[in-house]
C-alpha cells in the first residue's frame, strides 16, 4: 500500500523556474523524506524532514511539513533540464517498524 | 564503499522459470530492503533484514518469494514459478540503525535495481 500522495502528477516547466511538488499523507509520521529517481535507474535521497519540523532546506531545496495538515511540499528553485526526474515523498510512521512507504511520485520535466 | 550493488540489471525470463537477484549493501549497513516498483508506481515494500534476521514481510511477498541474507551481508530475492505479473523493477536499499528493532528513521540507500521481465 502507498501511503503518501503526490500532487501533481506530473509537472512541466522551463529552466529557471521554480517547481513546487506536494504530498500528502494519512498517519502519524517520524520523518518525511523526499527522493529523486531518474529514469530506470535507483531512487536518491534527497532530504528528510522530522514531525517536529516545520520547514528545511538544503541547497536549491526547500521542505515544508505541515503535521496538522498531513501533507509536505518540495520546493525546486531555479530549476535546470538536470532535475528533470521523478520525485517521490516517503513516509516513516512513529510506531512499529521503520518501512518507509512511498507515494507515486511527481514526474518532472525541466525544458532548456 | 562502492554503494549498494544489484545483480543483474536485467533479466528476461519465461513464464514459470525461477530468478534471483542478489544486492549487496553499503558494507557497514546492517539494514536491507527490498522494494518493488512497476511503471508509473512508487517502491513498495517487499521485506526487510536487521542483519542476518528478516524482521517484517508485506503481504505482497507470496509464497513464490523468498528473501535470505544468511551472514548479515549480501542478500538474495529469490522468486519461484514467475507469473507476467512479477514483472517489474526490484530495488535493494540499505541503513544503518544503531539498535534492533527500532527505526533507523534515517535515510535509504539504494541501489539501481533488478529489471525483471516476464514473458
Known amino acids: 500500500s502507498q501511503q503518501g500522495e503526490e500532487d501533481p502528477q506530473a509537472l512541466s516547466i522551463q529552466e529557471g523556474e521554480n517547481a513546487t511538488m506536494n504530498c500528502s499523507y494519512k498517519t502519524s509520521i517520524n520523518n518525511l523524506q523526499w527522493y529523486r529517481q531518474n529514469s530506470g535507474r535507483g531512487l536518491v535521497h534527497l532530504i528528510l524532514?522530522?514531525?517536529?519540523?516545520r520547514e528545511k532546506h538544503s541547497g536549491r531545496l526547500r521542505v515544508t511539513l505541515d503535521t496538522s495538515k498531513k501533507s509536505s511540499s518540495l520546493l525546486i528553485t531555479a530549476s535546470r533540464a538536470a532535475d528533470t526526474a521523478s520525485y517521490f515523498c516517503?513516509?516513516?510512521?512513529?510506531?512499529?517498524?521503520?518501512?518507509?512507504?512511498f507515494g507515486k511520485g511527481t514526474m518532472l520535466l525541466v525544458s532548456p | 564503499d562502492t554503494g549498494v550493488s544489484q545483480d543483474p540489471r536485467h533479466k528476461i525470463t519465461k513464464r514459470g522459470q525461477n530468478v534471483t537477484f542478489r544486492c549487496d549493501p553499503i558494507s557497514e549497513h546492517n539494514r536491507l530492503y527490498w522494494y518493488r516498483q512497476t511503471l508509473g508506481q512508487g517502491p513498495e515494500f517487499l521485506t526487510y533484514?536487521?542483519?542476518?534476521?528478516?524482521?517484517?514481510k508485506s503481504r505482497l511477498l507470496s509464497d513464490r518469494f523468498s528473501a535470505e541474507r544468511p551472514k548479515g551481508s549480501f542478500s538474495t530475492l529469490e522468486i519461484q514459478r514467475t507469473e507476467q505479473g512479477d514483472s517489474a523493477m526490484y530495488l535493494c536499499?540499505?541503513?544503518?540503525?544503531?539498535?534492533?528493532?527500532?527505526?533507523?528513521?534515517?535515510?535509504?540507500?539504494f541501489g539501481e535495481g533488478s529489471r525483471l521481465t516476464v514473458l
Open positions: 536499499a540499505s541503513s544503518l540503525a544503531s539498535e534492533p528493532r527500532t527505526s533507523s528513521k534515517g535515510e535509504l540507500f
Open positions: 524532514i522530522r514531525s517536529n519540523e
Open positions: 533484514f536487521q542483519n542476518e534476521a528478516q524482521l517484517e
Open positions: 516517503a513516509t516513516v510512521p512513529n510506531s512499529g517498524y521503520s518501512t518507509l512507504t
